[in-house]
């Protein structure tokens, strides 16, 4: 019996998805600069998708799902992310200089937001949180974490720190990274210090030869909203689970791939339900080469991929079997090979390598969703600095729930 399921489960894998499904259908050239970033918003109110363009030397481009340009403006640097979305009531908030702007994506008008301009514009990084009565923003860079009510920009708190990953805001406090070393935790309500936890150390090697002992770093906090609790990561591969308010470390568990020197070395988290119970798993692509499923309860492995290329770009995610549970697409560094993974198991369903226009351009973005509601799944990657690439999975037809990029 196993053996029939297992020559099923094959067969379907196969039968549901083979790279030739996957067709171009379009590009997006940029000719008057290079793409920093780009993103996929749906405007809830009229149910189109938009591609926002971030151009590196400053500028926003707005495209609909046909790719026409529908806004544009120069200078502007950064948006402000809500969490899962950069549309917040369907209005885009972005920073030109030190002033906030927001764009309306149901008529794409742009007005100045009640406020006052920020002290400066060095932040590389804007976050705004709905707290339980108000909403904040937390704007940052590698020396400080300016904490300022939105959209009126109010400051609440400055916080000086030695090192630069985004913060976390949860139940009135902001995690971060005070220096490579500490993590702290600052209390908002009572302008205080609540906790501090040393990231410990790391034994390096190389070529199987002891190089010592030397400190170990925090990199990126994250929050699970299954748990209200604090995950995080060090340059040791070392896996954290802590209560944020009292910071007792409930679950730790050190270097859980090896001690090689880049094991377990996540590149970022997501929490997503990869079983169906209704819980959270941990879904993250690595430095060591692979891409991992981990049970948050115990940070025991639940399947691994090896997707044999460091991986340090963000994944999509999208359920195309029809099982309530998202499949993984992932874009490795450096061979720019898109793997579609099942999300219950870890297994390949197809990979395809994608075009490459420069041979030097090795990492892009990878967004999917159906943006023109036929029933296919659209996969937006870049193909060079300075093009947007849309291909489209002909089979399988979609089923009607998913999700998009986290
Ligand atoms: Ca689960
Ligand atoms: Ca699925
Ligand atoms: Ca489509």
Known sequence: MRTILCVLALFIGFSFAASQDLFETGTI???????????????????????LVLLRKGGLKVFNAKRELVFQRVGVRSFVYWGDTYLHNNILYFFET??????????????????????????????????????????????????????????????????????????????YNARRRDLFAFNLNEKKMQWKIDAGERKAKFMG??????????????????????????????LYKIKPKSGEVVLKKEQFRGDANNAGLLTRMYFKDM????????????????????????????????????????????????????????????DLMLSILDGSSGKLIMDFELKKEHKKFNQTYVVVADIDGNGYLDIITQSSRQKIRFLELKTPKLPTSGSKRP
């Not at 940029?30 to 405007?43: A, K, S």
């Open 29 to 51: 050239d940029i000719n008057d600069g290079e793409i920093n970033d780009f993103y996929l918003e749906r405007n809830t109110d009229n149910n189109q998708y938009y591609l």
């Open 98 to 175: 030190q002033e906030l702007y927001g764009l309306n994506f149901d008529d794409f008008k742009t007005a100045k937001a009640p406020s006052q301009r920020l002290p400066h514009d060095l932040y590389t990084h804007y976050r705004a949180y709905k707290d339980k009565t108000s909403e904040l923003l937390v704007a940052e860079n590698d020396t400080i974490v300016d904490v300022y009510q939105f959209p009126d920009l109010d400051s609440i708190a400055r916080l000086k720190r030695q090192t630069g990953e985004y913060s976390y805001y949860v139940d009135g406090l902001v995690v």
């Open 275 to 334: 079983n169906g119970d209704g819980k959270n798993e941990i879904v993250s692509p690595s430095v060591d080469e692979n891409i991992y499923c981990i049970d948050p309860k115990d940070f025991t492995v639940k399947w691994v991929y090896e997707a044999e290329n460091e991986n340090q770009m963000p994944l999509a995610f999208y359920d195309i079997t029809g099982d309530g549970i998202p499949e993984v697409f992932s874009v490795c560094d450096y």
């Open 209 to 238: 030869i002891s190089l010592g002992v030397f400190p170990g770093w925090w990199m990126r906090p994250y929050w699970n909203p299954d748990d209200n609790l604090v995950y995080a990561r060090t340059s040791s591969g070392d």
